[in-house]
């Protein structure tokens, strides 16, 4: 059926999700982008945010913290950092990945200051999202 694609997310603990999609929406670094099928072809950063793949079984989120999404007419790959099914987290986990980022952004150089600060205000929105 031309309205599904494949979709994959791989973390490097383990593949999260291989399943056909009618559509995924990517928190990418640039901005939110929603993957069809038929969509072309696009390669993109991952700001940390909810993956949201809809398929014909229903909905699932994935809390991601960093990656790459390639998109192409048959299928999206994802290859995140980090990610965590929403229905797993706790408020505890959601918390540290914040304290991370912060602690990140303490020893930040001169040149990556506004890329750890971005990093930060991104996860405070993940958990701000999640909640």
């Known amino acids: 059926m031309a309205d599904l694609m494949q979709f994959d997310l791989v973390s490097p603990e383990r593949r999260l999700a291989s399943v056909k999609a009618r559509e995924v929406q990517i928190p990418g670094a640039d901005g939110d982008l929603t993957a069809m099928a038929l969509?072309?072809?696009t390669i993109t950063t991952l700001r940390?945010?909810?993956?949201?793949?809809v398929a014909d079984g229903g909905t699932t989120d994935y809390a991601v913290t960093g990656g790459f999404a390639e998109i192409t007419p048959e299928g999206t790959s994802v290859l995140a950092e980090r990610a965590i099914p929403v229905a797993d987290l706790t408020a505890a986990m959601v918390d540290e990945?914040?304290?991370e980022a912060e602690k990140a952004a303490e020893g930040a150089s001169a040149d990556t200051k506004y890329a750890a600060a971005k990093l930060v205000?991104?996860?405070k929105a993940l958990r701000a999202a999640l909640r």
Request: glycine share 6%; charged share 15%.
């Open 39 to 41: 969509h072309a072809p």
């Open 48 to 53: 940390p945010g909810i993956l949201r793949v």
């Open 97 to 99: 990945l914040v304290a």
């Open 121 to 123: 205000n991104d996860t």
